[in-house]
């Protein structure tokens, strides 16, 4: 599922499509904000030295992991090891 959002956002190319990477702990968080098949911006806490896009300040108006992840309705959980 690496690139599963990239492609997701090429079948559907006029919608906003989030790909999110995290740590279990959520220290480690990136959100990258895709339409047709490309990379608009990104979001990373803690912020990266080069970033791959241009740096997003919020997702959809939210600021910290626990928040995006609430905002773009996936539980938290989902990065957590069992």
Do not use: D
């Given at each position: 599922m690496n690139f599963?959002?990239?492609?997701?956002?090429?079948c559907f190319?006029?919608?906003?499509?989030?790909?999110?990477?995290a740590s279990p702990t959520?220290?480690?968080f990136s959100t990258t904000v895709i339409?047709?098949?490309?990379?608009?911006?990104?979001?990373?806490?803690?912020?990266?030295?080069f970033p791959s896009f241009p740096v997003a300040?919020?997702?959809k108006g939210e600021?910290?992991?626990?928040?995006i992840l609430g905002a773009l309705g996936i539980p938290a959980e989902w990065f957590q090891n069992e």
């Amino acid at each position: 599922m690496n690139f599963a959002h990239i492609t997701l956002s090429e079948c559907f190319p006029h919608a906003t499509v989030y790909g999110v990477t995290a740590s279990p702990t959520l220290e480690e968080f990136s959100t990258t904000v895709i339409k047709g098949g490309e990379g608009i911006e990104e979001f990373s806490h803690p912020p990266q030295a080069f970033p791959s896009f241009p740096v997003a300040s919020n997702i959809k108006g939210e600021r910290t992991p626990e928040r995006i992840l609430g905002a773009l309705g996936i539980p938290a959980e989902w990065f957590q090891n069992e």
